[in-house]
Structure formats: structure tokens, C-alpha cells
T-cell receptor
Framework: EADIYQTPRYLVIGTGKKITLECSQTMGHDKMYWYQQDPGMELHLIHYSYGVNSTEKGDLSSESTVSRIRTEHFPLTLESARPSHTSQYLC???????????FGPGTRLTVL | SQQGEEDPQALSIQEGENATMNCSYKTSINNLQWYRQNSGRGLVHLIL?????REKHSGRLRVTLDTSKKSSSLLITASRAADTASYFCATGRGSNYKLTFGKGTLLTVNP
């Protein structure tokens, strides 16, 4: 079981609200990722980071933003949530020794 | 465009039977990985096979890779109800540690 955590697990909010999804890992991994996944569909990479103060946009365009001020913390923010943002958001970190990504449990976001 | 694509999209079998899932991809890869996702949860890494390997085993899992056909298969032997989940293949390209995932195969193992 990987030591990567996401909060909240479920979030239901109204349109226009600002939200921050939290992701933290205790494995000291430099590389972290955010994926977006609709039910029954593939994961799409929306943001990634190779270390502190490094953030890049992923393959799928997203209105969200991320920051990486500390190695263990990689929060994702939506300034003004819309129903089209309803999805599951998965955070992951990369383990150099195993060459694999470790995933958090995900945050299921519903915007009304 | 999507890199990995699993086949079938859904598979339903009885406990004790073997389950085979296939993955095809389009461009050259460094490695191919299989992940499992229980309903509403995050992904759990199962097995990684590198581009210079043809077959790999881990417990009840057997993965093959055919780079000439750009395809991989995941075999789960003697399936259990607890194996019920979605299974995704993911391809790693270049040295940037990013993965591209397929749409997954939903496996249902009936007791």
C-alpha cells in the first residue's frame, strides 16, 4: 500500500466555488502527477511536477492549476468550479527504484 | 491520440477460470505496465514489463509483450471474486516518466 493521500475523498459543491484538492505523499518522491478520470474511462494526465517549484501541463487541457512548494505536497485548485469539472481526480507519485507510479485513492468531485 | 487500448472492454467469468486481457498501443515504448482499479478507488500497480522482455510472471499474473505487434496480454489464472476490478495497461515513453493509459477492461469474477 502506497503512502499517498488525497482529501477530500468526495466533494459536492455549487457552480462558481473555488476548491482545492489536496495530495500528499510521504515517500520523498520528486515526481508527482494529477489525472482526471470519468466513470468507466481512461485516465488523462492534466498536470505533473518533477520537483519543488516545477509544474507542467499534461496531455489533457484543464482549467485547474497546481503548485509544488514542498516535495510532499501537490495541491490542485479550481478557481471557479463548473459542472463540466465533475469527475474523479487521481494523484500519483513516481518511485525511481521501482519505475512505477503510486496512486492515491482519488477525489470524486461533483459540481452542481 | 490514445496510446493504449484494452480488449475486451468487459469480461465476466466464473471463479476458478482464467482471465485474459489484451492491450494494443501505437508508438514505441520503454515499458508497459498493468494496473488494477477497484470501483471508486485509486490504481494499484500490478506488474511492469520492459520493451526488451517478452514474458513476466508475478504470482497468478502472467504478462506478455510483443513489440513487433505493439501488443501485450495479461493473464490472471485461477481467478477469485476479489479479482473483480478494472484493469488498465499503461505505456511509458521516453525518459519523462509519464504514462499513457488505455480505457481498461472491467473484469467481473462470479463466485
Amino acid at each position: 500500500e502506497a503512502d499517498i493521500y488525497q482529501t477530500p475523498r468526495y466533494l459536492v459543491i455549487g457552480t462558481g466555488k473555488k476548491i482545492t484538492l489536496e495530495c500528499s505523499q510521504t515517500m520523498g518522491h520528486d515526481k508527482m502527477y494529477w489525472y482526471q478520470q470519468d466513470p468507466g474511462m481512461e485516465l488523462h494526465l492534466i498536470h505533473y511536477s518533477y520537483g519543488v517549484n516545477s509544474t507542467e501541463k499534461g496531455d489533457l487541457s484543464s482549467e485547474s492549476t497546481v503548485s509544488r512548494i514542498r516535495t510532499e505536497h501537490f495541491p490542485l485548485t479550481l478557481e471557479s468550479a463548473r459542472p463540466s469539472h465533475t469527475s474523479q481526480y487521481l494523484c500519483a507519485s513516481y518511485g525511481q527504484g521501482t519505475d512505477t507510479q503510486y496512486f492515491g485513492p482519488g477525489t470524486r468531485l461533483t459540481v452542481l | 491520440s490514445q496510446q493504449g487500448e484494452e480488449d475486451p472492454q468487459a469480461l465476466s467469468i466464473q471463479e476458478g477460470e482464467n482471465a485474459t486481457m489484451n492491450c494494443s498501443y501505437k508508438t514505441s515504448i520503454n515499458n508497459l505496465q498493468w494496473y488494477r482499479q477497484n470501483s471508486g478507488r485509486g490504481l494499484v500497480h500490478l506488474i511492469l514489463i520492459r520493451s526488451n522482455e517478452r514474458e513476466k510472471h508475478s504470482g497468478r499474473l502472467r504478462v506478455t509483450l510483443d513489440t513487433s505487434k505493439k501488443s501485450s496480454s495479461l493473464l490472471i489464472t485461477a481467478s477469485r471474486a476479489a479479482d473483480t476490478a478494472s484493469y488498465f495497461c499503461a505505456t511509458g515513453r521516453g525518459s519523462n516518466y509519464k504514462l499513457t493509459f488505455g480505457k481498461g477492461t472491467l473484469l467481473t469474477v462470479n463466485p
